[in-house]
């Protein structure tokens, strides 16, 4: 199966799709230099959180290894940026760093392949401490990590009280690791609750992982967005909206924002919406009903504006006849050859108008229903 960074076709609307929030206005900070014993502690604790749930530890050996030796070293280490939120911090950067330490200190075992913690047995590493354990080093280099302090810049957002608008941008503005997060993994970070939960839950989903075609969840939860945006353009904010272009980031948040505690009764009903549409469009069309098609033959990869807009109209379809029938044995081909739908994924694919076009065409071009219908 193809990885997932070369498996999304690439829309430059969408990667310059972003925006400010003048919600972003009272926001205190203060620093505070903290040990690795003190940040072990808070995090056996509970008062020091996670990033985001499930997300995965993605340095590899040696760039850990290479951390450890910085601070046996005595080097600089970078200062990480927590979120206060009640009595607890939120890591916002320095989540690879604070988690090298623990696992390293206490666990005894490296995330990625839960095999024991050794540091890289390469050159790259000091030959004092190539390929050993922290229970391996001496008595002073282990109470040298663990009395190591970080500066912790901690921040805490203080008006509006009754949301996270602005702690997203936080999230994105001051994120400065070499793997920066995505927006997805930002949102997870900042919107948990029920409907976070239940977004991994569905991205496990059968159906919707061999029509997205990557056997195996991302780890940057790129996956997991598709499936947010569908249910942020079924719900009434696209086809009653009457804005000229939208920002699709903050739709997206604003959505998660508005359901992140969603009760089981509402989730169940998404769910039905989401699995019922997935596995009857993998039926109709089978694994390529979300790839492009030219000259002949389908793409490889997975199309973000030709998923919203066969996803969206079978859902359309579906509730306004309460069943999903072909207009036309190739109509699939047929809309993806159609020029106007070729436009309307391709160019100003955040314009509401563009949205709404290439919505259409595929209801009607797939099942013969009007979008006027709905």
Request: net charge negative; hydrophobic share 35%.
């Amino acid at each position: 199966m193809p990885e997932i960074e070369n498996n999304i076709e690439i829309i430059q609307s969408e990667i310059e799709d972003d925006y400010s929030d003048d919600s972003l206005f009272n926001i205190s900070s203060w620093g505070a230099d903290l040990s690795f014993r003190e940040l072990i502690s808070m995090y056996e604790d509970n008062e020091l959180v996670k990033p985001e749930l499930q997300r995965k530890y993605v340095w590899d050996r040696t760039e850990a290894s290479r951390f450890i030796e910085s601070i046996l070293l005595g080097l600089p280490v970078p200062s990480i940026f927590l979120a206060q939120a009640g009595s607890q911090k939120l890591i916002v950067d320095g989540y690879q760093r604070i988690m090298t330490v623990y696992d390293y200190v206490k666990r005894g075992l490296f995330s990625s392949d839960k095999k024991v913690f050794r540091l890289s047995n390469s050159e790259k590493i000091n030959v004092r401490w190539r390929n050993k354990a922290f229970s391996e080093l001496s008595t002073d280099d282990q109470r040298k990590i663990r009395s190591t302090t970080i500066h912790a810049i901690i921040f805490e957002q203080k008006k509006p009280e009754d949301d996270d608008t602005s702690l997203y941008q936080i999230f994105e503005r001051i994120n400065t690791s070499g793997r920066s997060l995505t927006a997805q993994e930002i949102r997870n970070c900042v919107y948990q609750g029920s409907f976070n939960n239940f977004l991994f839950a569905l991205n496990e989903n059968r159906a919707w992982r061999s029509l997205f075609g990557v056997e195996q969840p991302d780890n940057r939860m790129r996956d997991i967005e598709y499936i947010l945006r569908f249910f942020t353009l079924k719900s009434d904010f696209v086809l009653k909206n009457e804005s000229a272009k939208i920002s699709l980031k903050k739709a997206l948040n604003d959505y998660m924002q508005r359901h992140r505690n969603d009760t089981v009764e509402a989730l169940e009903n998404e769910r039905h919406d989401f699995e019922t549409i997935t596995e009857q469009i993998l039926a109709l069309f089978g694994p390529n009903a979300f790839r492009n098609y030219s000259n002949g033959k389908y793409s490889r990869k997975f199309h973000p504006a030709i998923f919203d807009a066969v996803m969206i109209s079978a859902l359309f379809c579906q509730k306004t006849r309460g069943q999903l029938t072909l207009a036309s044995e190739n109509c699939h081909i047929t809309l993806l050859e159609n020029s106007d739908f070729k436009t309307a994924i391709s160019e100003r694919t955040t314009d509401i108008e563009n949205i709404k076009k290439r919505i259409g065409l595929a209801s009607s071009i797939l099942f013969g229903v009007s979008i006027d219908e709905t």
